[in-house]
């Protein structure tokens, strides 16, 4: 397992601000927050783990979700995105 870090943006206000999740790969971890935060923030396509920042929003864990769903998680995440 390892973490990631994406910067997420606020829809209204434009604020910038980063959420880490800890996953099996980048998707899982990606898909976890834009489903937790993906109706108030815009969340970046790429990780931000080279230089993590100070402050961080808020930490998923999301280490034990089977591979097997992350069909289903993509779906999930698309439908919020749109």
């Not at 973490?3 to 099996?24: C, E, L, M, P």
């Not at 790969?25 to 970046?44: D, Y």
């Not at 080279?50 to 280490?63: A, D, F, K, R, S």
Request: proline fraction near 5%; charge should be negative; charged fraction near 15%.
């Amino acid at each position: 397992m390892r973490q990631y870090t994406f910067q997420i943006v606020n829809k209204k206000t434009s604020q910038v601000d980063h959420v880490r999740a800890t996953a099996a790969n980048p998707e899982i971890a990606r898909n976890q927050i834009v489903l937790a935060h993906g109706l108030h923030h815009n969340v970046m396509g790429l990780f931000c783990n080279v230089n993590p920042p100070h402050h961080i929003l808020g930490e998923i864990e999301c280490t034990g979700f089977p591979l097997s769903d992350l069909a289903w998680l993509e779906k999930q995440a698309a439908l919020i995105e749109v």
